[in-house]
């Protein structure tokens, strides 16, 4: 099962306390400029015809020891259940950006790995996600530096 991700939202109404609209500008201006960088993101992916998984799968297996996972670790990496990551790795094989191979140290096992392919789409991919992020760096940092002081400054956020 994926993790748990992030906090509860309340539903006693009544136990919520109002925030300074100061901390909710400063986090309306990062959340813009997130939502500007990942949309710009998930442009260039689809330009491409991959999925932000599919994107995540690759830089994953690009940065594993060995260079290759098997199944139950891509699902592991990638916070997803092992049906899901099968049919991942198999999309993804599919589209060339994968290879399984043997598991030398197990016949019954086989490991995944980039391709060609998946290693060149990669680094042109993450070229343009570097892009994207420098293009909102700036408010990026400014807009979570605002927010951080805002935060820091009101006792009970």
Same mark, same amino acid.
């Given at each position: 099962m994926p993790a748990k991700r992030g906090p509860t939202i309340l539903h006693d109404q009544a136990a919520v306390k109002p925030l300074p609209p100061s901390i909710?500008?400063?986090?309306?201006?990062?959340?813009a400029a997130l939502s500007r960088y990942?949309?710009?993101t998930r442009h260039c992916l689809a330009e491409e015809g991959v999925s932000p998984r599919q994107f995540t799968l690759l830089a994953v297996l690009s940065q594993a020891p060995s260079?290759?996972?098997?199944?139950?670790?891509?699902?592991?990496?990638?916070h997803l259940n092992h049906n899901s990551a099968v049919g991942?790795?198999?999309?993804?094989? /599919?589209?060339?950006?994968i290879e399984r191979v043997p598991d030398s140290s197990d016949a019954r096992r086989v490991l995944i790995r980039l391709s060609e392919r998946g290693t060149d789409l990669l680094h042109q991919l993450a070229r343009a996600h570097i892009?994207?992020?420098?293009e909102e760096r700036g408010q990026l940092v400014?807009?979570?530096? /605002?927010w951080t002081q805002e935060l820091e400054a009101t006792e009970d956020p």
């Open positions: 909710l500008a400063a986090l309306a201006a990062f959340r990942s949309d710009a260079g290759q996972l098997s199944v139950g670790e891509v699902a592991a990496a990638l991942l790795t198999q999309r993804a094989e /599919r589209a060339g950006l892009t994207g992020l420098c400014t807009s979570l530096q /605002r």
